[in-house]
């Protein structure tokens, strides 16, 4: 079972970028799945988390408006789609995945991609 998070770089701010997490060993339409990230000397936080259903998307109110979170399931794929990117959403970005709920204790989770934004 592995999650393998790509996409990240370094951009100006007002830029964008689009995460990928590629899921293999399980399918991911039968689990809810979240982006989260944490900055250097901060805790980890939540970014976005899309249900199993692909009805509900939550998103932190830092990100809200500017962060889509999709999935392919066809492709077992998760994006996060970031755009008018500030200096503070620089942070290593982690997917992960959960079959019950979307939450801080995700069961699986993939190393980080790093995104690094520049005023």
């Known amino acids: 079972v592995q999650l393998q998070a790509s996409g990240g770089g370094s951009v100006q701010a007002g830029g964008s970028l689009r995460l990928s997490c590629v899921a293999s060993g399980f399918t991911l339409d039968y689990y809810n799945i979240g982006w989260f990230r944490q900055a250097p000397g901060k805790e980890r936080e939540g970014v976005s988390c899309m249900e199993k259903s692909s009805v509900d998307a939550y998103y932190s109110d830092s990100v809200k408006g500017r962060f889509i979170i999709s999935r392919d399931n066809a492709k077992n794929t998760v994006y996060l789609q970031m755009n008018v990117l500030k200096p503070e959403d620089t942070a290593v970005h982690f997917c992960?995945?959960?079959?019950?709920?979307?939450?801080?204790?995700?069961?699986?989770w993939g190393k980080g991609t790093l995104v690094t934004v520049s005023s």
């Open positions: 992960a995945a959960d079959p019950q709920n979307c939450h801080r204790g995700m069961e699986y």
